[in-house]
């Protein structure tokens, strides 16, 4: 099995720009969740899908940030207009069922530079 | 509403000698608690997990942890250190009452001095 993949890996923008996040998720597994790692705030919950379906988004900053999984092996992460705090490393992670006793898988993570 | 203490931000070992990690949690309801590891410029990876069951679970790479209840805490432990485990540690905690996300800790650093 390949892993969660991510991509890009790395992304340097200007501000103002718009970035979109891509995750192909393991197969067969039904939740995704994206979430934002910096040294200030640690690594948080942006929002996550259950079975392609948006469960909770309460984490996403602002309407700057938009998240869609139009199937089963496709997430994007999209932000419009970036801002340098958006700088970050953003992991996505699958979980196979939907139970929170299960483990979530990550990705390698898209590093984002905003200048 | 769910969380997890991490205390420590930075812990440093001699190789070979004991590793302790400490995690802490508070949970409404029976929480199912996770350790994982981060290797620099990677994502995170599964350790070890406590859903229900024995209490004391062991993980990959030596390590285990054991779940008391009366404490509320899920420590890390492994008898000897090596240089590979050079890593960041995140305790995590999930459970029913949060729609079974997971609220990670804000991670542990731990060095292995030669």
């Known amino acids: 099995d390949a892993g969660v993949i991510q991509s890009p890996r790395h992304e340097v923008t200007e501000m103002g720009q718009e970035v979109t996040l891509r995750c192909k998720p393991i197969?067969?597994?039904?939740?995704l969740f994206w979430y934002r790692q910096t040294m200030m705030r640690g690594l948080e919950l942006l929002i996550y899908?259950?079975?392609?379906?948006?469960?909770?988004d309460s984490g996403m900053p602002e309407d700057r940030f938009s998240a869609k999984m139009p199937n089963a092996s496709f997430s994007t992460l999209k932000i419009q207009p970036s801002e340098p705090r958006d700088s970050a490393v953003y992991f996505c992670?699958?979980?196979?069922?939907?139970?929170?006793?299960?483990?979530?898988?990550f990705g390698p993570g898209t590093r984002l530079t905003v200048l | 509403a769910q969380s997890v203490t991490q205390l420590g931000s930075h812990v440093s070992v001699s190789e070979g000698a004991l590793v302790l990690l400490r995690c802490n949690y508070s949970?409404?309801?029976?929480?199912?608690l996770f350790w994982y590891v981060q290797y620099p410029n990677q994502g995170l990876q599964l350790l070890l997990k406590?859903?229900?069951?024995?209490?004391l679970v062991k993980g990959i790479n030596g390590f285990e942890a054991e779940f008391k209840k009366s404490e509320t805490s899920f420590h890390l432990t492994k008898p000897s250190a090596h240089m590979s485990d050079a890593a960041e540690y995140f305790c995590?905690?999930?459970?029913?009452?949060?729609?079974?996300?997971?609220?990670f800790g804000t991670g542990t650093r731990l060095a292995v001095r030669p």
């Open positions: 992670a699958s979980r196979f069922g939907l139970a929170g006793d299960n483990e979530q898988f």
């Open positions: 197969s067969g597994h039904n939740s």
């Open positions: 899908f259950n079975n392609n379906v948006p469960i909770d």
């Open positions: 949970s409404s309801v029976p929480p199912y």
């Open positions: 406590y859903t229900t069951g024995a209490t």
């Open positions: 995590a905690v999930s459970d029913r009452s949060s729609g079974d996300k997971l609220t």
